[in-house]
């Protein structure tokens, strides 16, 4: 580092770009260079659509970037508090100055138990201490997972057994809902079956931020009958899972098939104190029952949810992590790919930017969001304060 560089604390930076995927990485390394004005960057995330491949962004932005650790992952749509889309490369810089330390992790998940394990330990010895003992009021964890491989259930289990403290909150990585191959980055490494991690030392303060807009109907469903691997449910009340539930929503049987149907508006809910923790239909398999983005258990009681008021919901969040804070540096935030279908169903995704108030952030639509485990259509983030 040389004697011009800055320490000050600033506000953190964000960027996104489209094109090429050389001039995508050369756009949001200029803009962050930019509004970081000669401040280092401690970490940089970046959320990238699955059109790009990862061995074009991985290792550049890595490069771009070499005093930071960087770690990024593919998405179902990419947005920062300036824009929303899909196809593009959305960034956000935490500056040195509100970072004190930052180690990170890249998983291998085929075994996630022992893989997340295994990473965790790491972990703790990168930090220099064990992560039990880590001061959860100075450290948070930010969290990227492989979205298609039924892995989050396992590391969330893990990384709260190991940390039981640590906010540690992210989303699942995504392909364009193709549902069909994800990544995930640190450095210039990638896995397409893995998990990447970082522990942030945070020199201000910070709040983390879950919400969901839905609400209970009323209507109670009971899994008698499931494939917990994979987080298939095929009996509800005791009947093929699709026919009971295309009932409980109100629809025909053979309109509820796909996510291109009602499965984004009606998803179900495990109702803790009245706060839904959601499970979100994916799609109808042969035999009638449904496959889930998040495992449910025979004899688990949910109830058929309606989705609500997502830009109300954001904003309401937002400002509630704002209000507590007093004053903001930046926001990163990992928002659910079936949240983003209910915003392009009633053409809002510009409300929804407008909803993060602003604050520099940036983040992406998710198949899958981790806070205190695995959730489904659901905003999950960490607001950082100033000092």
Do not use: K
């Not at 005093?67 to 179902?76: L, P, Y």
């Not at 920062?80 to 935490?94: H, R």
């Not at 989303?171 to 490494?189: C, I, K, P």
């Amino acid at each position: 580092m040389t004697a011009s560089v800055q320490t000050d604390v600033t506000a953190a930076a964000r960027a996104h770009a489209r094109g090429t995927a050389a001039q995508a990485v050369a756009s949001v390394t200029a803009q962050l260079r930019g509004a970081l004005d000669g401040v280092e960057a401690a970490v940089v995330l970046y959320f990238a659509s699955a059109a790009f491949s990862p061995a074009d962004l991985a290792a550049p932005l890595a490069a771009a970037f070499a005093e930071a650790t960087v770690i990024g992952c593919s998405t179902a749509g990419e947005f920062t508090d300036q824009t929303d889309g899909v196809g593009g490369l959305s960034t956000l810089a935490l500056p040195a100055g509100l970072v004190r330390a930052h180690p990170a992790v890249l998983a291998d998940l085929h075994d996630p138990v022992i893989g997340a394990r295994a990473a965790l330990a790491d972990l703790a010895v990168l930090a220099g201490e064990d992560l039990r003992d880590l001061d959860p009021t100075q450290w948070f964890g930010l969290l990227l997972v492989d979205g298609v491989h039924g892995a989050e259930e396992s590391v969330n289990e893990e990384i709260d057994a190991a940390a039981p403290l640590l906010e540690v909150v992210g989303g699942s990585a995504g392909d364009d809902l193709a549902f069909e191959r994800t990544w995930v980055a640190v450095g210039d490494r990638v896995s397409e079956c893995g998990m990447a991690l970082v522990l942030v030392h945070a020199t201000v303060p910070f709040r983390v931020l879950r919400t969901t807009s839905c609400t209970s109907t009323g209507r109670p469903l009971l899994v008698t009958r499931c494939d917990v691997a994979t987080r298939t449910v095929l009996e509800l009340d005791g009947r093929p899972a699709a026919e009971v539930y295309a009932a409980a929503v109100g629809h025909p049987r053979d309109a509820v098939d796909t996510l291109d149907t009602v499965f984004p508006r009606h998803p179900v809910g495990l109702m803790v104190d009245g706060d839904p923790f959601v499970r979100s239909p994916q799609r109808v398999v042969a035999g009638g029952g449904i496959r889930f983005s998040c495992q449910m258990v025979e004899g688990m009681r949910v109830d058929v949810l309606d989705a609500g008021d997502v830009v109300a919901d954001t904003a309401a969040a937002v400002l509630q992590a704002r209000d507590a804070l007093g004053a903001v540096s930046g926001a990163v935030f990992f928002n659910s790919v079936h949240r983003r279908l209910v915003l392009a169903e009633t053409d809002r995704p510009g409300d929804f930017v407008r909803a993060l108030g602003g604050i520099p952030s940036a983040g992406f639509h998710t198949y899958g969001e981790s806070w205190l485990g695995h959730l489904n259509h659901t905003l999950t983030g960490i607001v950082l304060g100033r000092p």
